[in-house]
């Protein structure tokens, strides 16, 4: 079965502080891998996906197929990172985690 | 504003109606999704299109769910006879041919209560 989980419903930081959201995954076969990020009062909108390997907003995620996850970090955590984080894989659809809350408290 | 827009964004209606929501995908992506989302959860699938054609449909679409895409642009989500765990935001998306390699741009959402 194909399936996405985030441990942590809510996660709290201080500014400056690195930021960690956990992310883990079941599927068979190669999977895409993103992570979504909902603001407030915004529409969900794409983070970064795994094959792209770039930093968006200084958030990264590496995948790792030995441990199936794709965990999201960033060094220096901000106030304007307080959002929603969805993990999410993909086939021919989006399927997403439960989401992580990230406060950042300044 | 050239992205995703769903009409309407809020709905209030009593339990045993009829609701309809629609869902303008960006214009030249043939790929069209529904997704539904309650309070702490994440996004659910529901359903997609690729073009005019229903190629996916989850078992959370029960029959009282029928979503259209009838000319592969515009697409419709009804529910007949809403029941109070209808209550929930339902968001629409579109992507160009399939999602790999491509991004998938979502709409604002249309929220619905059942009362």
């Known amino acids: 079965a194909q399936r996405v989980t985030q441990p942590e419903k809510l996660l709290s930081v201080f500014k400056g502080a690195p930021v960690e959201l956990k992310c883990n995954y079941s599927y068979s076969g190669s999977p895409e891998l993103f992570w979504y990020v909902q603001y407030s009062r915004q529409r969900l909108q794409l983070l970064l996906r795994h094959i792209s390997r770039e930093s968006i907003k200084g958030f990264t995620a590496d995948l790792n197929k030995g441990e199936t996850s794709f965990h999201l970090k960033k060094p220096f955590a901000q106030e304007e990172d307080s959002a929603m984080y969805y993990c999410a894989l993909t086939n021919d659809k989006v399927i997403f985690g439960p989401g992580t809350s990230l406060s950042v408290i300044p | 504003d050239t992205g995703v827009s769903q009409d309407p964004r809020h709905k209030i209606t009593k339990r045993g109606q009829n609701v309809t929501f629609r869902c303008d995908p960006i214009?030249?992506?043939?790929?069209l999704y529904w997704y539904r989302q309650t309070l702490g959860q994440g996004p659910e699938f529901l359903t997609y299109f690729q073009n005019e054609a229903q190629l996916e449909k989850s078992r959370l679409l029960s029959d009282r769910f029928s979503a259209e895409r009838p000319k592969g642009s515009f697409s419709t989500l009804e529910i007949q006879r809403t029941e109070q765990g209808d209550s929930a935001m339902y968001l629409c998306?579109?992507?160009?041919?399939?999602?790999?390699?491509?991004?998938?741009?979502f709409g604002e959402g249309s929220w619905l209560t059942v009362v």
């Open positions: 214009s030249e992506h043939n790929r």
């Open positions: 998306a579109s992507s160009s041919h399939g999602i790999r390699g491509n991004t998938i741009y």
